[in-house]
């Protein structure tokens, strides 16, 4: 019996460091980005450190994901699942058939332009059980922000909750990395960014997947494009549970997951997780990563 692949679409974490795979969807997409001024190619060519703007940094990041989801479909490399951390469940939903890729485009670029508006960071804490994370946020103001792992948590706020997280986080024993993000994403900060966005999400029609996809909020498989709306809605400043995403891949006997994006993250983060599943990145793909 063939074992299940998945295709894990990463967030903001990573930005292109090389033009997407040519394929048509890429040609639609770089030129709706053009026309709404964003010259994603010539930052990227360029090494613009702009790119790492979260407003320009959001549509980079799905271009570069969706091309290279339909570069491995058209080398017969399909999903039976997919799964996106946080900005990444927008390509999951296009990969999934639930949106058009232009429709998770423009709903992208509103996504990164109020986002950008926020103020304030995020940080990676390490070595830290939940429970003595969530107690630190309590006492600094933040707010857990993704659980990714076993000792590995992302807690959001503003500079000076962050701050204090870090140094609290250190005193316990663990390990502090400052994200290099724009704003406290996933956090209660989010709030009129998430409420003008998920205005403009129910305007657009959201079909049931052709393919399951596993929900970053809730960690389990949605089969509905009326619930996948919703929970888009509310995504920006819910919690991501990727702890529980790679628990449903793993209890669906997932062979191998494919980080569909730039970067390595997911890959970094399932390989601590289990040994169940084989985590690769695109670039590492026989046959459709080159």
């Not at 290099?180 to 657009?204: D, K, Y």
Request: aromatic residues 4%.
């Amino acid at each position: 019996m063939k074992r299940p692949i998945a295709f894990l679409f990463p967030g903001q974490g990573t930005v292109p460091t090389a033009p997407p795979p040519d394929t048509p969807v890429t040609t639609r997409l770089l030129a709706r980005a053009e026309e709404a001024g964003l010259p994603i190619i010539t930052w990227i060519t360029g090494r613009d450190p702009g790119l790492t703007r979260t407003a320009n940094a959001q549509p980079a990041i799905l271009i570069d994901s969706v091309a290279k989801a339909e570069k491995l479909r058209a080398a017969g490399i399909v999903p039976d699942f997919v799964a996106g951390h946080s900005l990444g469940e927008y390509a999951a939903l296009v990969s999934a058939a639930v949106i058009t890729p232009e429709q998770a485009l423009e709903i992208v670029i509103e996504r990164g332009r109020l986002m950008g508006r926020v103020s304030g960071g995020m940080a990676a804490l390490l070595k830290l059980d939940n429970r003595t994370v969530e107690e630190i946020c309590a006492v600094a103001g933040a707010t857990v922000a993704n659980y990714n792992g076993p000792g590995q948590i992302v807690i959001s706020g503003n500079d000076a909750a962050v701050a204090q997280a870090m140094a609290l986080a250190s005193a316990a024993g663990g390990r502090a990395i400052r994200l290099n993000v724009s704003g406290p994403f996933h956090s209660p900060a989010m709030l009129p960014a998430q409420q003008e966005l998920a205005r403009h999400i129910a305007t657009i029609t959201f079909h049931d997947p052709r393919v399951p996809v596993v929900s970053g909020m809730t960690g389990q498989i949605e089969r509905s494009g009326t619930r996948l709306q919703q929970l888009l809605m509310d995504q920006i400043t819910a919690c991501v549970r990727w702890d529980m995403v790679v628990a449903t891949l793993t209890a669906a006997q997932v062979r191998t997951a494919v980080e569909v994006g730039p970067g390595a993250v997911l890959t970094r983060i399932g390989r601590r997780i289990t040994d169940r599943v084989e985590f690769i990145p695109y670039e590492e793909v026989p046959d459709g990563g080159t």
